[in-house]
């Protein structure tokens, strides 16, 4: 048995991101606690792996054909494990013949019809049965919090489906293509602790039940009936793509209960016009707006940053408004936007990706001059302008003070271009706060 220098691991922050060595043992170094996305992933040497208490999540191809991994030892802290961890190898093979399981993590098996999850056993790994024909029911126990994506994807004889009020998190697709979805006689179909899997209904105008927490992706996906969504109070996260290719999809309201919104969870809404992200929202993935091609009007209230291609391909988006705690707006986030006129970007933008605006050939950003943003389009040929110009007149003065006084005093009603202008300390509000603010600014006291 050869020895593993430490040189052979490339390790940031605990987590193991590749190894370089020639050995066919592997220990894992004390310090990792996560083995990263394809690790190990085609290494035909390793025939051992040893996994020690402190790891506890393996991520998706890791291990992905290790033709040569025939053992693995410990990783009994492991309650997370990624799609196709294993795949490939001796040790899923030989394992899968039953049911494989690794800490209380259940990575597959070509089980018997009824297939029963283990009392210890908090999740089931993503497509960990997909595509398996044998399956025809499951029962689950208290212990199982959590389902994969695709973890059951068309399990095409999969009829009963029994699992506990602790299942709190279904990933997209989870039970996509089985009978269990396709036979169910309720218009909503929920399973464990409010998870939304699938709509059944031919409503055009739906209304999301108060029971469902989790909108689970793909659980709208392609429906091409629904013109109009709503999302009631309790609901904490949309999941990805759930309603993606919803085509006829022109409203959505969101509540403020709202945590997470899961990449591509509305791409290709050709119908939506306009959309409202709530302050609530703490977690948004790539892409959720892609290729909304009617989108009009945009308001981010969350405070993050602004993820890779968000509104890419939104052709008819004009007007966007992003929060003042925003610090980095992402690759190709506003992607061939070419409606895209105005946009506000306060002084806490310190990184912006060459490609954020590209195509976005209408676009002026308003911003302070002293900002990092201002700097940005000035290098890069992006119109930029000092921000505050409430009453369009292409200047910044103090009638713009006075424009943001009256419409506070609902003297005058501004339009939605006048409030993007106007909103230029950057906390979602249009108040006495803005007009003083352009106050100090003209006298140099910002």
């Given at each position: 048995?050869?020895?593993?220098?430490?040189?052979?691991?490339?390790v940031?922050?605990?987590?193991?991101?590749?190894?370089?060595?020639?050995?066919?043992?592997v220990?894992?170094?004390?310090?990792?606690?996560?083995?990263?996305?394809?690790?190990?992933?085609?290494?035909?040497?390793?025939?051992?792996?040893?996994?020690?208490?402190?790891?506890?999540?393996?991520?998706?191809?890791?291990?992905?054909?290790?033709?040569?991994?025939?053992?693995?030892?410990?990783?009994?802290?492991?309650?997370?494990?990624?799609?196709?961890?294993?795949?490939?190898?001796?040790?899923?093979?030989?394992?899968?013949?039953?049911?494989?399981?690794?800490?209380?993590?259940?990575?597959?098996?070509?089980?018997a019809?009824?297939?029963?999850?283990?009392?210890?056993?908090?999740?089931?790994?993503?497509?960990?049965?997909?595509?398996?024909?044998?399956?025809?029911?499951?029962i689950?126990?208290?212990?199982?919090?959590?389902?994969?994506?695709?973890?059951?994807?068309?399990?095409?004889?999969?009829?009963?489906?029994?699992?506990?009020s602790?299942?709190?998190?279904?990933?997209?697709?989870?039970?996509?293509?089985?009978?269990?979805?396709?036979?169910?006689?309720?218009?909503?179909?929920?399973?464990?602790?409010?998870?939304?899997?699938?709509?059944?209904?031919?409503?055009?105008?739906?209304t999301?039940?108060?029971?469902?927490?989790?909108?689970?992706?793909?659980?709208?996906?392609?429906?091409?009936?629904?013109?109009?969504?709503?999302?009631?109070?309790?609901?904490?996260?949309?999941?990805?793509?759930?309603?993606?290719?919803?085509t006829?999809?022109?409203?959505?309201?969101?509540?403020?209960?709202?945590?997470?919104?899961?990449?591509?969870?509305?791409?290709?809404?050709?119908?939506?016009?306009?959309?409202?992200?709530?302050?609530?929202?703490?977690?948004?993935?790539?892409s959720?707006?892609?290729?909304?091609?009617?989108?009009?009007?945009?308001?981010?209230?969350?405070?993050?940053d602004?993820?890779?291609?968000?509104?890419?391909?939104?052709?008819?988006?004009?007007?966007?408004?992003?929060?003042?705690?925003?610090?980095?707006?992402?690759?190709?986030?506003?992607?061939?936007?070419?409606?895209?006129?105005?946009?506000?970007?306060?002084?806490?933008?310190?990184?912006?990706?060459?490609?954020?605006?590209?195509?976005?050939?209408?676009?002026?950003?308003?911003?302070?001059?002293?900002?990092?943003a201002?700097?940005?389009?000035?290098?890069?040929?992006?119109n930029?302008?000092?921000?505050?110009?409430?009453?369009?007149?292409?200047?910044?003065?103090?009638?713009?003070?006075?424009?943001?006084?009256?419409?506070?005093?609902?003297?005058?009603?501004?339009?939605?271009?006048?409030?993007?202008r106007?909103?230029?300390?950057?906390?979602?509000?249009?108040?006495?706060?803005?007009?003083?603010?352009?106050?100090?600014?003209?006298?140099?006291?910002?």
């Amino acid at each position: 048995m050869s020895s593993v220098a430490a040189g052979d691991f490339v390790v940031e922050d605990g987590v193991l991101l590749s190894f370089t060595g020639l050995t066919t043992t592997v220990t894992i170094p004390d310090d990792v606690y996560y083995i990263a996305d394809g690790a190990f992933k085609e290494n035909v040497r390793i025939n051992k792996l040893n996994l020690h208490d402190g790891v506890t999540a393996v991520g998706n191809e890791a291990f992905y054909g290790c033709t040569s991994l025939k053992e693995v030892n410990g990783g009994e802290s492991v309650d997370y494990v990624g799609a196709y961890a294993f795949y490939g190898t001796p040790y899923f093979d030989n394992a899968a013949s039953e049911l494989a399981t690794l800490g209380s993590v259940v990575l597959g098996g070509t089980t018997a019809s009824a297939l029963e999850i283990p009392e210890n056993i908090t999740m089931i790994a993503p497509y960990a049965f997909a595509e398996n024909t044998v399956i025809e029911s499951l029962i689950t126990y208290d212990s199982l919090s959590v389902i994969g994506e695709g973890a059951f994807y068309r399990c095409n004889n999969l009829s009963t489906v029994n699992v506990s009020s602790n299942l709190s998190y279904i990933g997209s697709l989870a039970f996509s293509g089985t009978k269990f979805v396709a036979d169910s006689e309720d218009e909503f179909v929920v399973l464990g602790d409010g998870c939304l899997v699938g709509y059944k209904g031919s409503d055009s105008s739906v209304t999301v039940p108060d029971s469902v927490k989790h909108i689970t992706g793909g659980a709208f996906y392609s429906n091409t009936h629904i013109t109009e969504v709503n999302v009631p109070d309790g609901v904490a996260s949309i999941g990805e793509r759930a309603f993606m290719n919803c085509t006829k999809l022109a409203e959505v309201s969101l509540p403020e209960s709202l945590i997470m919104i899961d990449k591509e969870a509305f791409a290709r809404c050709k119908a939506l016009k306009t959309i409202t992200v709530p302050a609530s929202v703490q977690l948004m993935g790539e892409s959720v707006f892609f290729g909304c091609n009617s989108l009009e009007n945009a308001k981010l209230l969350c405070d993050l940053d602004i993820p890779r291609g968000i509104f890419a391909n939104c052709t008819s988006l004009a007007y966007a408004t992003i929060s003042q705690k925003t610090t980095e707006i992402g690759d190709s986030a506003f992607l061939n936007c070419t409606s895209l006129t105005d946009l506000s970007v306060s002084d806490t933008v310190k990184t912006i990706a060459p490609s954020a605006f590209q195509g976005a050939e209408k676009l002026t950003v308003s911003c302070n001059k002293a900002s990092f943003a201002f700097e940005f389009c000035s290098e890069n040929g992006i119109n930029v302008q000092q921000c505050g110009d409430a009453n369009l007149d292409g200047k910044v003065n103090i009638r713009d003070a006075t424009y943001i006084q009256k419409h506070v005093a609902s003297i005058v009603t501004m339009n939605e271009l006048e409030a993007l202008r106007a909103e230029v300390n950057f906390d979602g509000k249009i108040n006495v706060r803005d007009a003083t603010y352009i106050q100090k600014l003209l006298a140099g006291l910002i």
